[in-house]
């Protein structure tokens, strides 16, 4: 993602501030790594989740671990202060689906309990709205699988996206026979 829009997310939502700590997270070391047309829907999680703590009347907690496209859906990954979440998820089904864990901690009271709960909904809701918005433009997309990997695209970036690839095809082909000719003149 553009470094503007991270800057803006990071002004609006003070979880989502970057700081250039070296402590092993990943989203504080590469940031979002998704395109642009997901910024929508991530300032949207980030007020819903912004929401949630002010509704329940708690400070915000929450660490962001990790932001990243996987298999043509956004991942939000993330723990709570003092409460680490190592493993995140097992990515290891190739049609998407896979197990994921959440951050818990049995000394929690009800209340937190049910923020936690909340905040685990809310993100799965938006990693799920992901399959319907284009990563690269925002609009209106749905999971490509004519791609070399799967992403979610608008009709539009597909189509340009198929262009390019169909170019850096043709380019490669170019540059092959420059080389046999190149051979044959020796
Ligand atoms: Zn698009």
């Given amino acids: ?23 092993g ?9 998704c395109a ?15 929401n949630i ?6 400070p915000i907690d929450i660490i962001v671990e990790q932001v990243k496209e996987k298999f043509a859906t956004l991942r939000f990954y993330y723990s709570f202060e003092g409460t680490p979440c ?3 998820a097992f990515d290891c089904l190739s049609d998407g689906t896979g197990i994921r864990f959440q951050p818990r901690n049995e000394s929690d009271n009800e209340d937190k309990k049910k ?17 319907f918005v284009c990563e690269c433009c925002g609009n209106e997309g749905t999971i490509r699988m004519e791609l070399p990997w799967k992403r979610t695209l608008c009709d539009q970036c597909l189509s340009e996206h ?4 169909e170019h ?3 380019e490669q082909k170019r540059q092959i026979q420059k080389l046999k000719d190149k051979l044959k003149e020796k």
């Avoid at 470094?3 to 501030?17: R, T, W």
């Avoid at 923020?115 to 809310?122: E, G, M, P, S």
């Avoid at 198929?162 to 690839?165: G, R």
């Fill in 25 to 33: 997270n990943i989203y504080q070391k590469w940031g979002c790594e």
């Fill in 115 to 131: 923020l936690r709960k909340d905040i685990a909904q809310t993100v799965r809701k938006y990693e799920e709205k992901s399959k």
């Fill in 53 to 58: 703590y002010s509704n329940a009347g708690m």
């Fill in 1 to 23: 993602m553009r470094e503007e829009l991270e800057i803006k997310l990071g002004n609006d939502f003070p979880f989502m501030k970057r700081t250039n700590t070296n402590d």
């Fill in 36 to 50: 642009d047309g997901w910024y929508q829907l991530l300032r949207d999680l980030c007020q819903e989740i912004t």
């Fill in 86 to 88: 190592p493993i995140q």
């Fill in 168 to 170: 850096r095809k043709a």
């Fill in 162 to 165: 198929l262009q390019k690839i």
